[in-house]
T-cell receptor, first 112, second 112 residues
């Protein structure tokens, strides 16, 4: 089965600082998804990456998928308190009809 | 656009009682997923359906848990009898094709 390992497990940064969250897969990724979850709420889709070397940005959040398609990083520039929450990476499992796996999540707190 | 709708938002009940969680997926989505989230285990996939048919229920903890999808617009997750260790947030998500999953706001379940 696919396993996704996220690091760090938790992160506290000062407002305005940059930060990076990593997601490493035990197998080649065919689709990598980043979600954000605010405490007590559902998951909000951020970005999807499918091609090796692909990079996508939305506002101050950039996600990359490495060439070998086994690792993704999520980078936040000039963090704000609104970025606080849990970031989860998720992946499809090819050949296993839509089965989906999530990493354990990274808890981010941004101190004003 | 209505998103994935889950009910109830909160449920508190005594152990031994039957609990039924409900989910209405986004219209047109043909796959539906039930997840459970706890601090200890993170986000776990319990079961998923494709075109109303259960595809993989290997994540269902035990026989006390059952899920149905009688039609394309409704699914239930039932726990009978409930136990305190079932306390968690239960999420429903739906998707069509290769698109990202859309999550409901979750049901926060407390078994006393």
């Amino acid at each position: 089965s696919q396993e996704l390992e996220q690091s760090p497990q938790s992160l506290i940064v000062q407002e305005g600082k940059n930060l990076t969250i990593n997601c490493t897969s035990s197998k080649t990724l065919y689709g990598l998804y980043w979600y954000k979850q605010k405490y007590g709420e559902g998951l909000i889709f951020l970005m999807m990456l499918q091609k090796g070397g692909e990079e996508k940005s939305h506002e101050k959040i950039t996600a990359k998928l490495d060439e070998k398609k086994q690792q993704s990083s999520l980078h936040i520039t000039a963090s704000q308190p609104s970025h606080a929450g849990i970031y989860l990476c998720g992946a499809d499992s090819p050949g296993n009809f839509n089965k989906f796996y999530f990493g354990s999540g990274t808890k981010l707190n941004v101190k004003p | 656009d209505a998103g994935v709708i889950q009910s109830p938002r909160h449920e508190v009940t005594e152990m031994g009682q039957e609990v039924t969680l409900r989910c209405k997926p986004i219209s047109g989505h043909n796959s539906l997923f039930w997840y459970r989230q706890t601090m200890m285990r993170g986000l776990e996939l319990l079961i998923y359906f494709n075109n109303n048919v259960p595809i993989d229920d290997s994540g269902m903890p035990e026989d006390r848990f059952s899920a149905k999808m009688p039609n394309a617009s409704f699914s239930t997750l039932k726990i009978q009898p409930s136990e305190p260790r079932d306390s968690a947030v239960y999420f429903c998500a739906s998707v069509v094709g290769n698109q990202p999953q859309h999550f409901g706001d979750g049901t926060r379940l407390s078994i006393l």
